[in-house]
């Protein structure tokens, strides 16, 4: 059986900043433009932090949905 599916872009995302943090390469601002109008919306990430010790058990599905 083969399916076809049509995909159009609505928005696009570009990276404003990258930096190292901890030693992983991360984005911290992004911006969000639809491909029609001229609206934007503008994403910040601050305080980030990595390797931090967390259990693995905190992202087990059980624990994702409660």
């Given at each position: 059986?083969?399916?076809?599916?049509?995909?159009?872009?609505?928005?696009?995302?570009?990276?404003?900043?990258?930096?190292n943090?901890?030693?992983?390469?991360?984005r911290?601002?992004?911006?969000?433009t639809?491909t029609?109008?001229?609206?934007r919306?503008i994403l910040?990430f601050?305080?980030?932090?990595?390797d931090?010790?967390?259990a693995?058990?905190?992202?087990e599905?059980?624990e994702?949905?409660?």
């Open positions: 059986m083969t399916t076809s599916s049509t995909w159009s872009t609505v928005r696009s995302l570009l990276d404003q900043h990258i930096q943090i901890q030693g992983y390469w991360t911290t601002k992004m911006l969000v639809p029609h109008g001229q609206s919306t910040l601050s305080e980030i932090q990595y931090l010790g967390l693995d058990e905190l992202f599905h059980a994702l949905t409660k």
